[in-house]
C-alpha cells in the first residue's frame, strides 16, 4: 500500500488501564501495550490505572489529551455492569473509526472464536488525536497493538491532522 501521502508527525503515547483489581506491579496488560510501542519506537509519556467509572476514565483522558497524540485504554468494553470505557469515551469522539472495532472483532475470531462478538473495541479521533479503547485481556491488547495500532498509528494522525 501507498503510504507516501502520510505526513511525518512524532507520535507519543497514554496507556491507561481501566481496573478496580490491577496495580501497576500487575498490570500485565498496560505494561505490555508500553512495552510494544517503546519497543516500535513511540514513547510512551502517560501511563495509569484507574477505577470503572465514567467520570475517572475521562477525566484521564482529558489529561492524556493534553500531552500526548495517541492514548490507548485498555479494560472496561465488555458486556458487565461495571464495563464503561465506551460509555465513557464514546461521546466524546470527534469522529470514529468503525473499521478498527469491525477489524479487531475479525482478528480476535482466530483467537477466542465467536465470543469475539462481544467485544465493544472502538477507535477514534478527538482533536487529531487518536484514541483507542481495547479489552484488557493482554492476547487482545497485543493483537490490536501490534496488528492495527502500531501499523496504522502514523496514517491515522497524519489524517486526523490535514
Known sequence: ???SHIRSFPINAAVI?????????????GNTICTLLNNSNIPVNHYTIVP?????IRNELF???KKTNCIILNGGTGLTDDD??????S???????DGFGEMFRAKSIEQIGT???????LAGVIA????????GSTPAVTLATTELIIPEIAHIISHANK
Open 17 to 29: 488501564t481501566i481496573s478496580t483489581t490491577r496495580t501497576i506491579e500487575n498490570d500485565t496488560s
Open 91 to 97: 461521546p466524546l469522539l470527534d469522529k470514529k473509526i
Open 1 to 3: 500500500m501507498d503510504k
Open 84 to 89: 464503561c470505557t465506551i460509555e465513557a469515551i
Open 52 to 56: 470503572d467509572r465514567i467520570e475517572a
Open 128 to 135: 487529531g488525536k487518536a484514541v483507542f479503547c481495547i479489552p
Open 63 to 65: 489529561m492524556a489529551l
Open 115 to 121: 465470543a469475539s462478538m462481544l467485544s465493544r473495541a
